[in-house]
């Protein structure tokens, strides 16, 4: 009976004031320690901290960062207090790199892209973790992905998140749609990672 | 010619500072001994109103159904039993339902979401009668679905933080690639509602192949049925389960009746001190006017007299010491309540101090029976004083 009313106490704590499994505030790994070793072959651990453009840097990082993504932030959620993680990947004591990633929105839902960075903000990895899209299975084939390795912020500095246009001949102009009709999801993928690079320029790789 | 009650008043005011400290004292004894009384009946209160807020005291899904979206999704979006819509015509059938609203959860893998997939749950809801069951729900944008049979969604507010959602942009059912159009987001309610998709439960019965189905049924039983027997009842149905929020919140109540042993403990030292207080306040007046009382007792006072002085003296003491504690019980309520969230920062919602009109009568019972026992010893002392020795006692 002590048992019965135990466990209704913990439902009716989940009821009432538990967030839920559904719930996500900000961009974290599902399972962090699976995944840090899946992205990042050779690590052998990581730290995971968070930051935030207001408690990094308030207003003033805000319109650095809306300025060099080339668009303000918009709507419900993309706002300057959404927390980010950034798990430090280690071999050893050595970090050797980066994983963080952003929510981003899609046509038909929500985009969570995941970047692997090297100490010099390289991107090693490109991971899809959620993509809510008619087009999901393209573009989160391993395909897709590799096209994106070996680029940097510098290389998508001149992306113009509006148009959705790179610099002809620019690595960022390369990256091929795997399919047309899904062009929001595209750009907004490119969107994500350019954003997600210059959140881990001001927050890490140069930070003020 | 000059009354006892009088005399009693002039003589409080011979010592102003003292008076004053004493009536102090018992007024902030009062304060505690209402707060608290307040906080017993405001906490039991705001409980209630707490629950009543999550719509439904009771919940009946099918056998070995999990109920709610976190067992769900544990569970990996399987398990999900059904019970035929006809059971609800059974349900309202019972005198003690005041309403019901039926639901239909459907959990969808997604291949995309994750290494590996992961579920997404949906819920059916009937637009006729959830919205009204849950009307504590507040919108951030939009409202609930035009439509019974529409392909709207509703989302929960970090649902929609999920998916990236505002009014108005299409959500996609993965799987069976179905457009649903977004027409409200809820503000945050710390309940699983803040994570979960409402669609209309024809819709979902539509697009998931499940016409005729249910999950759940919430029931809002009346207020003056006995929700036990009417449980019992529900249990003589074939093949359901029965949650009760109302066992829940007895279980929370004898949990919270542990922590009123203790506010009481704090209550009675209150009291304890409060009536010390006044002993040796009065005490100390009733020594300093020895003299004076053997004088009053020599022209004629008899000792029932000065008993009845110095018990009234007590009494008024207690009387302006309990009206000062009642007017700080009530005027900081609010503040006090604010003081206890902090250090119960998952107490209920709402006005955790209530104080009516039985906490203020008993408040002031309790600080006048603290009153009349606490000045019997310093009644007594007085009466018994002898005139001849009280004078003496000046001579010397």
Same mark, same amino acid.
């Given at each position: 009976m002590i048992l019965r009313h135990v466990l209704m106490s913990f439902l009716f704590l989940l009821l009432l004031g538990v967030e839920s499994v559904l719930a996500a505030v900000g961009c974290d790994l599902n399972d962090p320690d699976r995944d840090v070793a899946r992205l990042f072959p050779g690590s052998t651990g990581y730290r995971t901290s968070y930051a935030s453009i207001d408690k990094k840097g308030g207003e003033p990082l805000l319109r650095e960062v809306e300025k060099r993504l080339g668009e303000p932030f918009q709507g419900?959620? #993309?706002?300057?207090d959404v927390p980010y993680t950034i798990y430090e990947v280690l071999n050893g004591t050595q970090v050797i790199g980066y994983i963080h990633g952003v929510n981003q929105k899609g046509q038909y839902g929500g985009i969570q892209v995941f970047l692997c960075l090297d100490p010099d903000g390289i991107i090693r990895n490109f991971y899809f973790q959620k993509l809510t899209s008619k087009a999901a299975k393209e573009l989160r084939s391993p395909e897709f992905g590799k096209q994106? *390795?070996?680029?940097s912020l510098k290389d998508f500095e001149a992306y113009d998140v509006l148009s959705g246009k790179a610099p002809a001949g620019s690595p960022v102009s390369a *990256?091929?749609?795997?399919?047309? #009709?899904a062009e929001t999801d595209f750009r907004a993928s490119l969107r994500a990672t350019k954003k997600n690079l210059i959140l881990m320029d001001v927050f890490v790789l140069r930070p003020h | 010619m000059i009354s006892i009650y009088t005399v009693s008043y002039k003589n409080l005011l011979r010592k102003k500072t003292r008076s004053l400290l004493t009536v102090v004292g018992i007024g902030l004894s009062a304060w505690v001994l209402a707060s608290l009384l307040g906080f017993n009946e405001g906490y039991e209160s705001a409980l209630n109103k707490d629950i009543d807020n999550m719509g439904f005291q009771v919940l009946l899904t099918a !056998? %070995?159904? +999990?109920?709610e979206a976190a067992t769900l999704m544990l569970k990996g979006g399987t398990g999900l039993r059904y019970m035929k819509e006809s059971i609800v015509d059974q349900v309202l059938s019972? $005198? $003690?339902?005041e309403k019901i609203t039926p639901m239909l959860m459907h959990a969808v893998f997604d291949p995309n979401k994750g290494e590996s997939g992961g579920i997404t749950a949906y819920l059916g809801v009937d637009p006729a009668t959830f919205p009204a069951m849950k009307s504590f729900l507040e919108f951030k944008q939009g409202k609930w679905f035009?439509? +019974? $049979? &529409?392909m709207e969604a509703v989302l929960g507010y970090e649902a929609a933080e999920l998916e990236q959602r505002e009014v108005g942009d299409i959500l996609l059912i993965p799987n069976i690639n179905a457009e649903v159009k977004v027409v409200g987001i809820l503000k945050r309610?710390?309940?699983q509602d803040d994570g979960t998709i409402f669609l209309p439960i024809r819709t979902v019965q539509r697009l998931f192949e499940k016409? %005729? @189905?249910?999950t759940g049924i919430g029931i809002k039983v @009346? !207020?003056? &049925?006995d929700i036990a027997q009417f449980e019992e009842k529900l249990y003589q149905l074939p093949d359901v389960q029965v949650v009760s929020l109302a066992q829940v919140k007895q279980t929370i109540l004898n949990l919270v009746s542990t922590a009123k042993v203790m506010v009481a403990s704090i209550a009675i030292v209150a009291i304890l001190i409060a009536t010390v207080g006044v002993i040796n306040t009065v005490l100390m007046s009733v020594f300093e006017r020895f003299q004076e009382i053997g004088i009053l007792k020599s022209i004629g006072a008899m000792p029932l007299d000065v008993f009845k002085l110095i018990w009234i003296e007590t009494l008024v003491l207690c009387l302006l010491g309990g009206g000062v504690g009642i007017v700080l019980a009530l005027g900081l309520s609010q503040t006090t309540g604010i003081l206890i969230r902090r250090l119960l920062p998952y107490a209920p919602t709402g006005s955790l101090i209530t104080l009516n009109t039985e906490i203020v009568i008993t408040t002031l019972l309790t600080v006048v029976l603290i009153g009349l026992v606490s000045g019997i010893y310093p009644a007594w002392r007085a009466a018994r004083v002898r005139p001849l020795e009280a004078i003496r006692s000046e001579v010397a």
């Open positions: 419900l959620f #993309e706002t300057i994106f *390795i070996g680029l *990256i091929q749609n795997p399919v047309p #009709e | !056998k %070995g159904c +999990p109920y019972n $005198e $003690e339902v035009s439509e +019974p $049979e &529409a309610t710390g309940t016409t %005729g @189905d249910l @009346d !207020k003056n &049925a």
